[in-house]
């Protein structure tokens, strides 16, 4: 999963009812670290601001409810 870009966030986490297991819990993982690093100030930065960043960010917030 280390070559996933930004485009493919929405999709997981839209896919992740559907997953179970080793599957599911690799993702959630993979999906925390992204939102982590989504969240560091070279990443908000208006430079780095870019569609895909921001809908990832989108999806994974409202994966952790908020």
Do not use: C, F, Q
């Amino acid at each position: 999963m280390l070559t996933l870009t930004d485009d493919a966030v929405p999709a997981l986490v839209a896919a992740l009812p559907a997953l179970g297991g080793d599957e599911h819990a690799a993702v959630v993982s993979w999906l925390k670290d992204r939102r982590v690093e989504l969240g560091r100030p070279e990443m908000t930065a208006w430079p780095a601001w870019n569609l895909a960043r921001e809908e990832a960010r989108r999806a994974l917030e409202a994966l952790a409810g908020g």
